[in-house]
């Protein structure tokens, strides 16, 4: 089954909160990214692990930091973020890196700022 | 890098009509294709990928078409129905690293 799991659905939290992410993929899958969206726009991409090794990071503030405990799971810890940080944020996995594999994405993580 | 446009940025059919999106990207290296569909408060899904190798492949109503010379691929959708609206996003792969170049999406409305 292609599923990748999220949690929670929806955050709310305050600028001086901290909070995770947390991403699930059961299918063996070696690449998983992390990306945000605001509505209506295309998901831009922040990180990407290979191999659980952090192969991409798309200058992305230091507010956000990935975390790959193992092979099948993803967190994305979130420090004294910012009004503009409220978005959609989604998990992907895909059998190998690379760009050229089908990418999954999970329901994704509503935040919302306050 | 690579860099993807999509068009129309909108497009509203009638119920049982044909919709086409059309991406054109710039990098010819590039060799993977895929569409994703993402209704309303929903994850991005994929619907249907092409690899360079062919250029037409099939699913039920939906078709892309590859054009390599040209640096084009189409998305299209024949005898729509309602549940076929959402956004629609192409993408194609950078041509190094695991990055996806999306477009900037079609909002597709198909009106019964």
């Known amino acids: 089954d292609t599923e990748v799991t999220q949690t929670p659905k929806h955050l709310v939290m305050g600028m001086t909160n901290k909070k995770s992410l947390k991403c699930e993929q059961h299918?063996?899958?070696?690449?998983m990214y992390w990306y945000k969206q605001k509505a209506k726009k295309p998901p831009e991409l922040m990180f990407v692990?290979?191999?659980?090794?952090?192969?991409i990071n798309e200058s992305v503030p230091s507010r956000f930091s990935p975390e790959c405990p193992n092979s099948s799971l993803l967190n994305l810890h979130l420090h004294a973020l910012q009004p503009e940080d409220s978005a959609l944020y989604l998990c992907?996995?895909?059998?190998?890196?690379?760009?050229?594999?089908?990418?999954?994405f999970g329901d994704g993580t509503r935040l919302s700022i306050l | 890098g690579e860099n993807v446009e999509q068009h129309p940025s909108t497009l509203s059919v009638q119920e049982g009509d044909s919709a086409v999106i059309k991406c054109t990207y710039s990098?010819?290296?590039?060799?993977?294709f895929p569409w994703y569909k993402q209704e309303l408060g929903k994850r991005p899904q994929l619907i249907i990928d092409i690899r360079s190798n062919v250029g037409e492949k099939k699913d039920q109503r939906i078709a892309v078409t590859l054009n390599k010379t040209a640096k084009h691929f189409s998305l299209h959708i024949t005898e729509t129905q309602p549940e076929d609206s959402a956004v629609y996003f192409c993408a194609a792969p950078r041509n190094q690293g695991g990055k996806l170049i999306f477009g900037q999406g079609t909002e597709l409305s198909v009106k019964p």
């Open positions: 692990y290979s191999y659980e090794k952090l192969s």
């Open positions: 299918m063996g899958h070696r690449a």
């Open positions: 990098d010819s290296a590039s060799n993977y």
């Open positions: 992907a996995s895909s059998l190998t890196p690379g760009g050229n594999q089908p990418q999954h």
